[in-house]
């Protein structure tokens, strides 16, 4: 059986924009299955809301690194 080799580990950054969209995304699935939200008008607004907020947040995290 080989040895293994002890390499550093390395760490990657967190993609803000893709999590927070992903989980945007699955909460709007719940939502829309459990019938909490029927309206197509309550719904487009609430996802370029919170896309935006992604949106926010992976700039900030990205103005926060760079420091």
Excluded: N, Y
């Excluded at 719940?30 to 949106?55: E, K, M, Q, Y």
């Amino acid at each position: 059986m080989p040895r293994e080799v002890e390499r550093p580990r390395r760490l990657h950054r967190t993609d803000w924009m893709a999590l927070l969209s992903g989980v945007l995304f699955v909460v709007l699935g719940i939502l829309i299955l459990t019938r909490s939200i029927t309206d197509a008008l309550v719904l487009i607004p609430v996802t370029v809301v919170g896309l935006g907020f992604a949106g926010l947040v992976s700039i900030f995290a990205r103005m926060i690194r760079r420091k």
